[in-house]
């Protein structure tokens, strides 16, 4: 396994590539996921578990925006590098609206600590508090380099090809 997590957005039956993180899930694709999240089937690993999430493609946008807004004026991590993700985080989301859902598919995160269907209800869990999880992001950015954070946030790697192929 590559050990990453895809995010895909899926307008009418398609399903569009949005972006992969090695290793983690990182905030920006919770946040994403977190408005009318429903656990779902995989749309690329054959499990017959709902071992992925599904939210408001249109609701997460625009919570994902607030969010890096409050982060830019909170100051932690340095203003130009952020201006320029969030910049380009934006002209790659507005090029995809039209999309119903964000689809997140964990399963290979999931794996390290047990079944994937047991971590995607964690992860369920995790969207549907997105405050706590907000806050705990926050916390954790305490302990880390302010030349590091950028790379916790997940908004670096957008996508238009991923490693695996939706059906």
């Not at 895909?8 to 983690?24: G, Q, R």
């Not at 625009?62 to 380009?88: M, N, V």
Request: charged share 30%; glycine share 8%; proline share 3%.
């Amino acid at each position: 396994m590559a050990n990453r997590a895809y995010l895909y957005a899926k307008k009418d039956k398609a399903f569009v590539a949005i972006s992969e993180y090695n290793y983690d899930i990182p905030i920006a694709y919770k946040i994403l996921v977190s408005c009318k999240t429903k656990r779902v089937r995989s749309s690329i690993f054959g499990s017959p578990f709902k071992i992925a999430l599904r939210g408001n493609f249109e609701e997460g946008v625009e919570r994902l925006y607030a969010f890096l807004e409050e982060l830019k004026q909170k100051g932690l991590i340095p203003e130009a590098e952020l201006d320029e993700k969030i910049e380009e985080t934006k002209t790659f989301l507005e090029k995809h609206r039209g999309c119903r859902f964000f689809w997140l598919e964990g399963a290979e995160i999931y794996e390290y600590d047990g079944p994937a269907l047991f971590g995607n209800l964690k992860m369920h869990r995790q969207v549907s508090g997105i405050g706590t999880e907000i806050a705990n992001f926050y916390r954790e950015l305490d302990g880390v380099k302010p030349d590091e954070r950028m790379d916790l946030i997940g908004i670096q790697e957008w996508a238009d090809c991923l490693y695996y192929e939706t059906d």
